[in-house]
């Protein structure tokens, strides 16, 4: 069952927010295969190419950066997720021009365009890591071969809107999927699997600022009247976070409440 893309959803807002860069997604949940992903960048020559991986999609990223890399004028890559985080030495020195996204991704997605566009350097990227020193200019600019470099990332804490743009949940809907939401960053578990940083350490938003998206969420349901309105809302600190844990789970159901009787 798909679920409505969230983490590409909330980088196309922060995007979106610097009003210096267009964004398009796509996902390959919702029927998009690996050759359409090509075709599209042949096609559209995006500057920038932004890829989330999860685990079990390594050979799939190897053939899209295989692909990309090919290019006579290939777009600036920047690369995130769960497989990302777990070879991310692997991925750089297979791909030297490649760029891995290392914590929460709207400060370092809007840092990529200020790069791409001159007002940055590429140590002022945050949250990256990378191999080498860029120089040119433009879509051209390039990595020169080097040693692997990090930048420090933004804290959870330090997020003020982590709400994802819609353009993605009415096709999550005609693939028969399900719309999620978070009203909170991080994770309270420390899985030994998991590669992330962020392990048990975890932050929540403003119960009252979810009142705008799901009223935006509920006029994507309206046009589905045979889809059940539910919404899986996923709040870290709900669980294990001390004596507010019980007040802010009651604040976030009495904004579902009030959006559910309107």
Not at 197 to 216: F, V
Request: contains cysteine.
């Amino acid at each position: 069952m798909p679920r409505f893309p969230l983490g590409i959803s909330d980088l196309a807002r922060a995007v979106r927010s610097t009003l210096i860069g267009q964004v398009r997604l796509m996902d390959m949940q919702l029927g998009v295969t690996l050759d359409d992903i090509v075709t599209t960048v042949l096609d559209d020559r995006p500057d920038i190419l932004g890829v989330s991986a999860t685990f079990g999609q390594h050979d799939l990223l190897v053939g899209l950066l295989d692909a990309v890399g090919e290019l006579s004028e290939p777009p600036l890559v920047l690369a995130g997720g769960s497989l990302t985080a777990r070879n991310e030495r692997l991925l750089l020195r297979r791909y030297p021009w490649l760029l891995i996204a290392r914590g929460a991704g709207e400060p370092t997605i809007a840092d990529v365009l200020a790069y791409w566009h001159g007002d940055l350097d590429l140590p002022q990227v945050r949250g990256i890591g990378y191999i080498g020193t860029a120089h040119g200019t433009g879509r051209m600019r390039a990595l020169a071969v080097g040693n692997y470099r990090k930048t420090a990332t933004m804290a959870n804490r330090a997020q003020t809107d982590i709400f994802p743009e819609l353009d993605l949940l009415a096709t999550t809907f005609d693939h028969r999927g399900v719309a999620q939401l978070e009203s909170s960053r991080g994770c309270t578990n420390y899985c030994s699997f998991c590669p992330r940083g962020h392990k048990g350490s975890w932050s929540g938003t403003d119960p009252g600022a979810l009142s705008w998206i799901i009223r935006a969420i509920a006029e994507v349901f309206d046009l589905y009247p045979e889809v059940s309105r539910t919404l899986y809302l996923v709040d870290e600190e709900f669980i294990d976070r001390g004596p507010d844990a019980v007040p802010r789970a009651l604040a976030v159901a009495d904004v579902l409440h009030a959006a559910c009787s309107g």
